[in-house]
């Protein structure tokens, strides 16, 4: 597809008009155009295995090693900025994005 790694979208809304939800995902499916190998990780993304299939045990362990990488990596990067004089920052959670406060 011309980039590096894998590009896809993912776009969901609750509670809105049926008609209004239906133009929405229109306007998105017009600019959301992912490779053909995008779109298959991303179906694996929204359809994991599940207990019970053969794969389901490897990816359990993946995905877990993976969380868990990036939660350590998130608390380090928060904990170093702590340890800045007059830097404070709360603890990252659910993305490696910080946001320090410099005093």
Known sequence: A???GLRG??????????V???????????????SVPGMVALGCLVNP???GDPSFELYRRERDA???S???R???????F?????ISCQLVEGALYAFPRIA
């Open 49 to 51: 295995p599940r207990e």
């Open 9 to 18: 979208g993912y776009f969901h809304i609750t509670n809105f008009d049926p």
């Open 70 to 72: 990036l939660k350590r």
């Open 2 to 4: 011309g980039e590096c």
């Open 74 to 80: 998130a608390r380090m990067m928060s904990e170093a």
């Open 66 to 68: 993976t969380l868990g």
């Open 20 to 34: 209004v939800r239906a133009n929405l995902y229109k306007l998105v499916s017009i600019s959301l155009c992912a």
């Open 82 to 86: 702590n340890s800045m004089p007059g």
